[in-house]
């Protein structure tokens, strides 16, 4: 029983192009329509859901009656944009036979890299997951240029799951997990079924690259697990043609390669936060709160906050200050600044009067708190 996989609440799945495409006969819509049912199940069961969908070259290779992939830049930028439409179109209509509707988000590196846009991309993501809208996300590869290319879908996968905070990513792929030797040349290779994600001989075991269709292979896999562990994700590297193998997973059965992270999922997490949000805004505490935080290891509520600076949103990262202006503690504030100004002061309770709803009791909560 995989107690970590089975009681993930935000997954990120994705499905690499040498899966989506039937070995490059076009989209394989049956086996599409099996991931849905099965996606489908795992909403119902309360799990979010984030997808990051290859094969946009190999959809639109198929449409054109390429057979192999072209090299030159423009070409595949081509090959992408008409097979995107495909990709997406098939996605959707397949989700909506089971009353789902899905939203296609098209990425680049900087809009991960920049502050602005990345902040953008995570509020549109938890905004379309909270609607019950299933995002289906792809490298925006028209207006990538080498240089600046995620390239590997995998890669992608990993930064998305740091970005919406993912407890789980599962890599679906064409083998069954990752194998000690690349099983294309090793027939006697054998799976691997738990590793840490930083385990340095895992390095030699994933040293080939990808497949005819795919661009990664087990190499960009083992990065974005060691990415996703980052903040704190699990990661699974498991065959998509398995029998029902989102169901299985779900169900705790040991299929696939676990990867974990080093750190529980909590320290990783604090740690990429701290490391990797600018702050937007000042908080500054009275005694009570000081020690409530720095001492009790508590959530930071509204009544222990006397003055707020600055301005910010929420989810956005501010510094939570003692009042003679040392740094207490960093955190990601669950109340922009301006309606931060109307409930400091003010006991929990008091919020849904004073605002008209409330997010959450507090206005930093202790999972979400650095201390310094
Ligand atoms: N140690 C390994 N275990 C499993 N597969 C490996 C390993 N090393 C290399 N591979 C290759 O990686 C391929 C999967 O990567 P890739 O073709 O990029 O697929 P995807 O499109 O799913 O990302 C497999 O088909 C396999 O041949
Ligand atoms: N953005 C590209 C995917 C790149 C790619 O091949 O990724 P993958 O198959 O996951 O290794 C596409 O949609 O064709």
Redesign the pocket.
């Given at each position: 029983m995989r107690s970590k996989v089975t009681g993930a609440q935000r997954w990120v799945v994705k499905i690499?192009?040498?899966?989506l495409t039937a070995d490059g006969k076009g989209l394989d819509r049956a086996a599409m329509s099996v991931w849905v049912e099965q996606m489908v199940a795992l909403h119902e069961a309360g799990v979010e859901l984030v997808l990051v969908s290859?094969g946009a070259v190999a959809a639109g290779m198929s449409r054109l009656g390429w057979t192999a992939r072209p090299s030159a830049m423009h070409e595949l930028q081509a090959a992408a944009a008409i097979g995107q439409m495909g990709l997406v179109q098939a996605w959707e209509s397949s989700f909506a036979e089971h009353g789902r509707h899905t939203a296609q988000i098209l990425l680049t590196h900087d809009d991960l890299s920049d502050r602005k846009r990345y902040l953008n991309a995570r509020s549109t993501l938890r905004a379309l997951v909270e609607l019950k809208v299933i995002p289906v996300i792809n490298e925006n590869d028209t207006v990538v240029t080498d240089e600046i290319r995620f390239g590997?879908n995998?890669t992608l996968a990993a930064l998305v799951a740091n970005l919406v905070e993912a407890d789980l990513l599962v890599i679906l792929?064409?083998?069954d997990g990752?194998?000690d030797?690349?099983?294309?040349n090793n027939p006697d290779a054998q799976l691997i079924y738990e590793a840490r994600a930083d385990d340095p001989a895992l390095d030699a075991?994933?040293?080939?690259v990808?497949?005819a269709?795919?661009?990664?292979?087990?190499q960009t896999k083992l990065r974005a697990a060691r990415l996703a562990a980052r903040s704190g994700a699990h990661t699974i590297i498991v065959g998509g043609r398995l029998e029902r193998v989102l169901d299985r997973l779900k169900a705790g059965e040991r299929i696939g390669t676990l990867l974990s992270p080093e750190r529980g999922m909590l320290a990783a997490r604090k740690q990429w936060l701290a490391g990797h949000l600018q702050t937007r805004g000042t908080l500054v505490l009275d005694a009570g709160a000081v020690s409530a935080l720095s001492q009790g290891n508590k959530s930071l509520l509204p009544v222990g906050v006397k003055l707020v600076q600055g301005s910010f949103r929420r989810g956005e990262m501010v510094v939570c200050v003692a009042p003679d202006g040392r740094e207490i503690a960093r955190g990601l504030a669950n109340y922009s600044a301006l309606e931060a100004q109307k409930i400091i002061g003010q006991s929990s309770e008091s919020i849904v009067g004073l605002l008209g709803y409330m997010a959450e009791p507090e206005l930093v909560h202790r999972d979400n708190l650095i201390l310094v």
């Open positions: 690499g192009s040498a899966l290859s590997d995998d792929t064409d083998r990752m194998f030797a690349d099983p294309r075991v994933a040293g080939s990808g497949g269709l795919g661009r990664g292979g087990m």
